[in-house]
């Protein structure tokens, strides 16, 4: 999931005064509120679960993975790219795609790496889950699809993937939406302790740390609980029926799913090094590099990672033109749980 430090509510915080209302943000769905740009395209109000599976999916081999991906749009439209997080996968866009396909967007949305059916090419390739490691993967599926460039938008390892490919390579984003702001892992900051309330969000990083954990993700049955119950923390007001979940749980039978979540959060607090390959981005990374392109930030304020302060604790990390909107009555699986929301958000950041 997100930064601890960072995005997390101390106790007793709320989720900050300017929160928009579904309602009033769809019935106001155009970029008018822009600084300087076109007018967005209003997306249609869409009941979230309306769609409930992707066309056949699709492969590219791309840097050491062979990528799984659904794909959406119209072959020659601008490129949208799409990115999920932890416990999920691409169903958290399920219904998201078809809506920015209809604007004429050509809508990509890849398993990341030790999800679904992406795999790595060669059994030797370490399974690590460093946060450079994950954007890098996105690049080279940019490459091995030849798009130069490409409107990013996510949540949770999506919104991180995003931000740090429009922190150390923007010339390849177009516009970038940012679920939770900016999430860029301070890897320094994460060995500081946080105030109790805080600690107590992040009791899977904690388990994961430990034996218990590893044989719980090590075990798909257990894992498998264990993701569905993080999903009824994060979103308390998502009523996600069973067929709903077990389609998004396919993807956590990945057989290097356990290697690299467990690698990608034990290496965020410091517990393990990362792969010598990365150190370079990581070091640019640590310096919490500022994002300049045209960037949407969308904060759910039921998810209980949402910092305090409307957006206010990240603003100065964006210095392009920027909207930020913070959308009620949602948790932590924003565009599954408010399609129409992220999609529109998604037009909007392309006509900043």
């Not at 967005?40 to 999916?57: I, N």
């Not at 938008?153 to 177009?174: H, M, N, Q, Y």
């Not at 257990?222 to 009523?239: D, E, F, G, H, K």
Request: charged residues 20%.
């Amino acid at each position: 999931m997100i930064n601890r430090r960072t995005f997390s509510k101390a106790a007793g915080l709320g989720a900050g005064a300017a929160a928009v209302s579904l309602s009033g943000l769809q019935a106001n769905a155009s970029a008018s509120d822009a600084p300087g740009g076109a007018s967005a395209p209003a997306v249609p109000t869409l009941t979230p679960g309306t769609h409930t599976e992707f066309g056949t999916l699709k492969h590219v081999k791309a840097g050491v993975l062979d990528i799984g991906y659904a794909e959406a749009g119209p072959a020659h439209g601008p490129v949208v790219v799409l990115l999920h997080g932890w416990p999920y996968d691409i169903h958290s866009f399920v219904d998201v795609a078809p809506l920015l396909a209809d604007l004429g967007y050509r809508v990509l949305v890849p398993y990341l790496r030790g999800h679904g059916s992406t795999r790595f090419l060669s059994r030797h390739t370490p399974r690590t889950a460093e946060q450079s490691a994950i954007a890098l993967d996105i690049i080279a599926f940019m490459d091995a699809l030849k798009i130069e460039k490409a409107v990013l938008a996510g949540f949770d390892w999506g919104s991180r993937t995003a931000d740090i490919i429009a922190a150390l390579w923007p010339e390849r984003v177009k516009a970038l939406l940012s679920t939770s702001g900016y999430v860029i892992t301070d890897r320094k900051m994460q060995l500081e302790p946080a105030a109790p309330a805080v600690e107590h969000n992040w009791w899977y990083q904690w388990y994961f740390a430990t034996d218990r954990g590893r044989k719980t993700m090590e075990n798909v049955d257990q894992r498998i609980a264990l993701c569905r119950y993080v999903w009824t923390l994060v979103s308390p007001n998502w009523n996600f029926d069973d067929a709903t979940f077990a389609r998004t749980a396919e993807a956590f039978k990945n057989p290097d799913y356990a290697a690299i979540v467990l690698y990608n959060y034990r290496w965020r607090i410091g517990l393990i090094e990362g792969d010598r390959r990365y150190d370079r981005y990581e070091r640019k990374l640590a310096a919490q590099p500022t994002i300049g392109v045209p960037t949407v930030t969308l904060d759910p304020a039921l998810d209980p990672f949402t910092a305090p302060g409307d957006g206010s604790t990240y603003r100065s990390h964006f210095t392009g033109p920027y909207l930020h909107r913070t959308i009620a009555n949602i948790g932590h699986n924003l565009p599954q749980e408010a399609p129409t929301v992220f999609a529109q958000a998604v037009a909007d950041a392309d006509h900043l």
